[in-house]
T-cell receptor
Framework: AQSVTQLGSHVSVSEGALVLLRCNYS??????LFWYVQYPNQGLQLLLK??????LVKGINGFEAEFKKSETSFHLTKPSAHMSDAAEYFC??????????FGAGTRLTVKP | DTEVTQTPKHLVMGMTNKKSLKCEQH?????MYWYKQKAKKPPELMFV???????INESVPSRFSPECPNSSLLNLHLHALQPEDSALYLC???????????FGQGTRLTVV
């Protein structure tokens, strides 16, 4: 079965520390992969996407993610967390032109 | 213009009321989506329109009725809702089905 899993429902980091949010998928076909961010009471904003080509993808706000086929992962990273990064982050996967599926989400807290 | 506009932003309705949520995009996207999001949960897909035709209905109760009058507009008609239908309703669009989706800010619906 095709699925997407986000490890850790809540991640807390100090301001300036590395941010690592984990996403793994299960699929028999190459997926399209996305990371979205959601601030309270707002819609989702696309951070970055992987479709084909370069496996290291750079997005907005200093975030990047690397597609690792061998590990079926698409983890999101940012070298230095900022207070404004505190939000809910969703990994999403689209399989073989079927509907997009979202992971359960990871709430990022940034401590001063 | 890279926006998806949803109206109203907030809606309170009684269980016997009829109301409609509206969504508009002018990016030339051919796929439009309705999602329902409960607190601290990922968005759940409700409906997908592709080229103005309903292509996915995720077993949504008939008290929710989607409509796509043209390629830029998407409506969600609500009738006889239940309190458990209270949620954030998100509209999204993408260039093609399952490509990166652009989300609106959502309508916060409360059923009393």
């Amino acid at each position: 079965a095709q699925s997407v899993t986000q490890l850790g429902s809540h991640v807390s980091v100090s301001e300036g520390a590395l941010v690592l949010l984990r996403c793994n998928y299960s699929s028999s076909v190459p997926p399209y992969l996305f990371w979205y961010v959601q601030y309270p009471n707002q819609g989702l904003q696309l951070l970055l996407k992987y479709t084909t080509g370069a496996t290291l993808v750079k997005g907005i706000n200093g975030f990047e993610a690397e597609f690792k086929k061998s590990e079926t992962s698409f983890h999101l990273t940012k070298p230095s967390a900022h207070m404004s990064d505190a939000a809910e982050y969703f990994c999403a996967v689209s399989f073989n032109n079927n509907d997009m599926r979202f992971g359960a989400g990871t709430r990022l807290t940034v401590k001063p | 213009d890279t926006e998806v506009t949803q109206t109203p932003k907030h809606l309170v309705m009684g269980m016997t009321n009829k109301k409609s949520l509206k969504c508009e995009q002018h990016m030339g996207h051919r796929a439009m989506y309705w999602y329902k999001q409960k607190a601290k949960k990922p968005p759940e897909l409700m409906f997908v329109y592709s080229y103005e035709k309903l292509s996915i209905n995720e077993s949504v109760p008939s008290r929710f009725s989607p409509e796509c009058p043209n390629s830029s507009l998407l409506n969600l008609h609500l009738h006889a809702l239940q309190p458990e239908d209270s949620a954030l309703y998100l509209c999204a669009s993408s260039q093609e089905f399952s490509w990166e989706a652009f989300f609106g800010q959502g309508t916060r619906l409360t059923v009393v």
